[in-house]
């Protein structure tokens, strides 16, 4: 069915899927050329070979061999290029249409799983047309006896669909109302700083008091003012979260501020203080005279007393320590 064509000087191949297998035409020759499928057969066909057969009533589909009767409003547009594709999501939209139980329904989740199991076994034969009647009265008789509960269900599902689409809303508009904000901070903060800068030029010209004084204090009634700013949109977010937008997060947990971290303590807390021992200025020995003024030692920040410290420490370490007591400590 493929032939030949130049195009900018290039052969380029048209495909099947180009190309109304009714009238030959392809979006070669017509670059606007849409094709319709009917959920009767799926052999697709342009718009208008549709508009010319089936405007005077429905008629056999012109494709040859297939003797199916169409008619003219349930042609629609092809979603899928594979046409296989679009038959199984049109036979799986249609079955979960009527299977459309949900989780909490059942006892346990083995038995949602099983539910849904039988389902998909339905649908695949649906789709690979095995024991089509069959089936098809499994899911007539089904929907006739759940006729209620599939209603609800229905009902159930377009609910959530809204209160969803209404979140996702709202979410939007808490995050519009954000942006102005910060839109119009920014704004006010480049007036003022326009402002302060005027405020110390007209200063200047004046010619009163000291030039450096006066851009000084220029500077710190800015940042004052961009100070309490920020502290009062601090105040302003912490209200909003509740009721300054009229917006309501159902199950929002309330964001709590961290606490300012403590300082590093190395020791946990724990006090070394040196109870046997005063640490005294000066040791009389020849390697820490060497060591206090040699730039070998210092260099890498060697601290004589830091040392001696820690020499007293070891050996009196041992005293007010008893072997049997720690023995039966542990
Ligand atoms: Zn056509
Ligand atoms: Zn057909």
């Not at 392809?26 to 606007?32: K, M």
């Not at 008789?141 to 209620?148: H, P, S, T």
């Not at 010619?207 to 800015?222: F, H, K, P, Y």
């Amino acid at each position: 069915m493929s032939r030949l064509s130049l195009k900018n000087g290039a052969p380029k191949e048209i495909s099947d899927e180009d190309q109304c297998p009714v009238c030959k035409s392809s979006r070669y020759l017509n670059r606007n050329m849409r094709f319709l499928v009917n959920p009767e057969c799926y052999h697709k066909m342009c718009e208008s070979c549709v508009d010319r057969l089936f405007s005077s009533g429905p008629r056999v589909c012109p494709v040859a061999g297939c003797n199916r009767t169409l008619r003219r409003q349930r042609f629609r547009p092809q979603t899928f290029e594979d046409i296989q594709i679009e038959r199984e999501v049109d036979v799986r939209k249609r079955v979960a249409k009527v299977f459309n139980r949900r989780e909490d329904e059942f006892d346990s989740l083995l038995d949602y799983n099983n539910y849904l199991n039988e389902v998909e076994d339905l649908t695949f034969n649906l789709i690979h047309k095995i024991d089509v009647d069959a089936t098809e009265k499994k899911l007539k008789a089904y929907e006739e006896a759940n006729k209620a509960a599939i209603r609800e269900n229905e009902v159930l599902a377009s609910q959530e669909t809204q209160s969803l689409q209404a979140q996702e809303a709202a979410e939007k508009e808490h995050a519009r109302l954000r942006r102005e904000a910060a839109l119009r901070e920014a704004e006010e903060e480049r007036r003022e700083r326009a402002e302060g800068r005027l405020d110390v030029i007209n200063q200047l010209a004046r010619g009163e008091g000291n030039a450096d004084e006066i851009a000084r204090q220029g500077r710190r009634t800015l940042l004052k003012k961009s100070t309490a700013r920020r502290v009062g949109t601090g105040d302003e977010m912490d209200t909003s979260d509740s009721a300054g937008t009229g917006l309501q997060f159902k199950g929002l947990r309330r964001r709590a501020r961290p606490e300012p971290e403590k300082p590093f303590e190395p020791f946990g807390e724990v006090t070394v203080e040196h109870e046997y021992f005063v640490l005294k200025g000066h040791y009389a020995w020849d390697f820490l005279d060497t060591a206090r003024t040699s730039q070998t030692y210092r260099a890498g920040g060697y601290d004589i007393s830091e040392y001696c410290s820690r020499a007293l420490t070891d050996a009196f370490a041992g005293l007010a320590v008893f072997v049997g007591e720690e023995q039966t400590a542990t």
